[in-house]
């Protein structure tokens, strides 16, 4: 176990127009009968849903920084006028109104507890529920369903759009995987009926996230929600602070994969696994490259025979050959780096070397997160970020319970 934790920089937010969406493709995961609209009878709605009683649920998503009275008050007037209105239009009624807050604790302030203390009693007058679901429970919530996903683009860690291939939780085999949201593919009709469908997809071009940016930029600063932190590809996103803290967790890992670490050098790591009748030695690279191009790889290949060289007579290694393991953070390679180290090694290096495996970006943040290495924690806030700490981090062991 690491005992010193590992902090990813920089950090995902979400807030707006990917709270929203997100956590409406969450209910319609849960298979609730989502009104496919953010307005109705000219009331605004997050999300609304109509239960199998016939009665409705409204929601109320955000991701501020802090959360205000004047916030709460404007969704309890809000539901109170809908409330009226579908009782007139439709004879139907609002059951339960359910505020959700992607924030952490220290984003409610005294006023703001006492807020919703007072909307809790005066909404219960007119028979409607008041609830509040937010923090670890709610971001546990959304990785559960699939709904909330991330992936790798070059070096840094993103939310993924709900029709892009991402790192997402299965909830059928109860692990991380790469992969797509299954309702998007089972029902891309349902979905596209919404106004969840709009985010982004992960592959706009830098043109289009500007032209998207400024427009919900001016959107959400008239509905007084500020955007605070823009977390689509390009802006801040997580980031590995260091090489030391890439290695740390790799160690971590192949470890939990029992490993014995003989050595640990610069970018490298030395390791053994043994059977019964052998020895499996693995020389363990890793880098922090934006981008692997061929020169960098040609250098890689070339210091990968040099070291097992080395390593061998001082390890009294005579027989056997040596796997290289190469871990790169970064998912963007070019062809002529990624050729370079996936054609069939030269026949004087195969004396030692018996074969080169790959990690890169998504597969990497993939195994910490299986192992239970790394984890979803607020930094502070609406901050969310990547940690291998264990307080107040949701870890896939949280998510099978």
């Not at 790591?269 to 019964?276: D, E, L, T």
């Amino acid at each position: 176990m690491v005992d010193e934790k590992v902090e990813m920089d920089g950090v995902i937010s979400l807030e707006g127009p990917i709270l929203e969406s997100i956590f409406g493709t969450y209910l319609l995961l849960k298979n609730y009968s989502v009104i496919p609209r953010n307005e109705s009878y000219g009331i605004e709605h997050d999300a609304l849903v109509l239960d199998f009683d016939d009665k409705y649920i409204i929601y109320e998503c955000t991701g501020q920084e802090n959360i205000t009275p004047e916030k709460l008050d404007d969704f309890y007037e809000r539901t109170i006028t809908l409330h009226e209105r579908l009782k007139k239009m439709e004879n139907k009624e609002i059951k339960k109104a359910i505020f959700i807050s992607a924030v952490n604790d220290d984003s409610w302030n005294e006023k703001s507890k006492n807020a919703k203390l007072d909307i809790e009693k005066n909404l219960k007058k007119v028979n409607i529920n008041f609830e509040v679901l937010g923090g670890l429970q709610l971001i546990k919530e959304l990785l559960k369903s699939g709904a909330l996903g991330i992936r790798v683009d070059f070096n840094r860690i993103y939310l993924c759009g709900l029709d892009d291939l991402g790192i997402r939780y299965d909830p059928n085999e109860k692990l991380f995987k790469l992969k797509n949201l299954e309702m998007i593919n089972n029902d891309l009709y349902k979905f596209r009926k919404t106004q969840y469908s709009f985010f982004p997809s992960h592959y706009w071009e830098l043109h289009y996230h500007q032209e998207i940016k400024g427009a919900l930029e001016e959107e959400y600063k008239l509905k007084g929600e500020p955007l605070s932190i823009w977390t689509y590809p390009y802006y801040e996103g997580l980031k590995w602070k260091g090489l030391n803290d890439f290695i740390m967790l790799e160690r971590e890992f192949l470890e939990s994969l029992d490993h014995f670490i003989l050595k640990v050098e610069d970018n490298i790591i030395f390791s053994v696994r043994s059977s019964r009748k052998h020895d499996y030695y693995r020389l363990n690279m890793f880098f922090v490259d934006e981008i692997l191009d061929k020169k960098k790889t040609q250098s890689i290949l070339g210091k990968a025979v040099r070291i097992v060289n080395s390593l061998k007579p001082e390890y009294n290694i005579n027989e056997e050959k040596i796997f290289v393991n190469i871990f790169s953070t970064s998912e963007i390679w070019t062809s002529g780096g990624w050729n370079q180290v996936n054609y069939a090694l030269p026949e004087t290096f195969k004396q030692d070397i018996i074969g080169i495996d790959i990690k890169r970006g998504n597969d990497i943040i993939i195994d910490l997160l299986n192992h239970n290495i790394l984890g979803f924690k607020f930094k502070q806030k609406n901050q969310l970020t990547l940690s291998s700490d264990n307080i107040e981090t949701i870890k896939l062991k949280d998510l099978q319970n």
